[in-house]
C-alpha cells in the first residue's frame, strides 16, 4: 500500500496526543471523585469486566479516528479487480507455414482450436474482432460480441503466401483505434511505414507519408503513457518470420504512443517444416526476436508456444487476465467505511454497558 498524499500523514500524529489526554483525564477524574468509606467493597462488585469494558468505546473511536486520518493521505493499494477491458483483437497468421504438422494435426488447426476456445472462456461483455494476415491483412470479423460470428470467422481462414505481420497488427490496430484515422491504403501500400511520422501527425489519413509535409514538433500531439489504454488490446499470433510489409516493431511504437497493449504470441517448434512443390521442403521458422520487441515496446507480454497445450495455456492466461487484474486502486472510500463501522459500534456498544 502506497499514499497520493503522504505529506498528510503526519495528521496521524494527533493519535498519541489524544491517548496521552485520555490518560491523563482518567487519572484527573479518579482524583475527583468521592471518597467512599465503604470503596474497597464496591470494586469487587463492579468486576474485572466492568474496568475493561469502560475502555473499548474510546478505543474503537480511536480506531476511527485513525482510518479517517489514513484516509486523508489517500492511500492507495493493488487489488484484483473486474478488468476494464471491452475490446480485443485477435490477428491471426494465415502464412502457409502454418501448414507445418510439428504441431499436430498441424499449426493451423492448433491454432483456430485454442483461439475458439479462448473466446468462449471470454465473459460476455468483452467485444472482439478478428484479423488475419498473410502476404496481406485483412478484417474478417469486425468488433462483436457474437460468438457465433468470431467462431465461424476463424475456421473461414485461407491460408496465403507471405507474412506481412507489420500489416496484421495495423490492421488490428485501426479495428481498435477507428478515430485514429490511419490511412490503411498508404501505409499497406505506399511508402515505408516509419512510427515517428505517424505519431508526428496523430494518423494518416488524408496525409503524405513524406516527412517533410509533417508538422513542426511544437504541433505534435502529446503521447500517453506505455500501456495507459486500458479499454481494449491486441493478441498477435505468428509462426514465421515478416517477408513484406511494414517493421512490426515500428508499428508497435505507434501503438505504444497510443498506450495499446500488444500481446504477441510465437508458436511452433524450431524443425517445423512445410512441402513444397516438386518435393521440396523448407523450414518455418518464428521471429521471436521481433515479436518480443513488439511487446516490449508496448508495456505486454511475449509467449512461446511449441505444442497447443501451451497455446491453450497462454489463452487461459490471457483470458484471465482480460477478466481480472491486479491495479491499482484508492482506498480512501473504504477506510471512511471502516471508520463508520467503528463509530456505530463504539455507540452501540456505550449505548448497552453504560446507557450513555
Not at 481480472?324 to 456505530?344: H, K, N, P, Q, W
Request: a positive charge; charged letters at 20%; proline letters at 6%.
Amino acid at each position: 500500500m502506497h499514499f497520493i498524499w503522504p505529506e498528510l500523514l503526519w495528521l496521524l500524529l494527533l493519535i498519541p496526543l489524544l491517548v496521552v489526554g485520555y490518560i491523563r483525564a482518567l487519572r484527573r477524574k479518579r482524583t475527583e471523585v468521592v471518597r467512599y468509606s465503604s470503596l474497597n467493597l464496591i470494586r469487587p462488585a463492579l468486576g474485572p469486566g466492568h474496568r475493561i469494558r469502560r475502555h473499548i468505546p474510546p478505543a474503537l473511536l480511536l480506531c476511527a479516528l485513525t482510518l479517517v486520518l489514513l484516509g486523508t493521505a489517500r492511500p492507495s493499494a493493488r487489488i484484483t479487480l473486474p478488468a476494464d477491458y471491452l475490446t480485443l483483437v485477435l490477428a491471426m497468421d494465415v502464412s502457409r507455414s502454418m501448414l507445418a504438422e510439428d504441431v499436430p494435426p498441424s499449426r493451423i488447426v492448433a491454432a483456430q482450436q485454442a483461439a475458439k476456445s479462448f473466446l468462449q472462456e471470454l465473459p460476455g461483455h468483452v467485444r472482439v474482432a478478428v484479423v488475419s494476415f498473410a502476404g496481406n491483412a485483412q478484417l474478417v470479423q469486425g468488433v462483436t460480441d457474437q460468438k457465433e460470428a468470431l467462431l465461424a470467422a476463424i475456421d473461414g481462414f485461407q491460408l496465403q503466401r507471405g507474412t506481412a505481420t507489420g500489416s496484421g497488427l495495423l490492421v488490428a490496430l485501426n479495428t481498435l483505434l477507428p478515430e485514429s484515422a490511419i490511412d490503411l491504403e498508404s501505409v499497406l501500400y505506399g511508402a515505408e511505414f516509419k512510427a515517428g511520422s505517424l505519431v508526428a501527425q496523430g494518423g494518416l489519413a488524408g496525409r503524405s507519408l513524406d516527412p517533410r509535409s509533417a508538422p513542426a514538433a511544437s504541433e505534435s500531439p502529446k503521447s500517453v503513457p506505455v500501456g495507459s489504454y486500458t479499454a481494449g488490446a491486441v493478441i498477435l499470433l505468428s509462426d514465421g518470420r515478416r517477408t513484406t510489409g511494414p517493421d512490426p516493431v515500428e508499428v508497435a511504437k505507434w501503438a505504444a504512443s497510443k498506450g495499446v497493449r500488444v500481446y504477441t504470441v510465437a508458436f511452433g517448434t524450431p524443425n517445423g517444416f512445410i512441402p513444397g512443390f516438386e518435393g521440396f521442403s523448407f523450414y518455418a521458422k518464428v521471429d521471436e526476436e521481433a515479436l518480443q520487441k513488439v511487446a516490449e515496446t508496448t508495456g505486454a507480454e511475449f509467449f512461446r508456444a511449441t505444442n497447443a497445450n501451451d497455446l491453450a495455456m497462454i489463452y487461459q492466461h490471457l483470458s484471465s487476465k482480460f477478466t481480472l487484474e491486479r491495479r491499482d486502486t484508492e482506498i480512501s472510500a473504504l477506510m471512511a467505511a471502516l471508520a463508520g463501522v467503528f463509530v456505530l459500534l463504539a455507540m452501540g456498544l456505550s449505548m448497552r454497558w453504560f446507557r450513555h
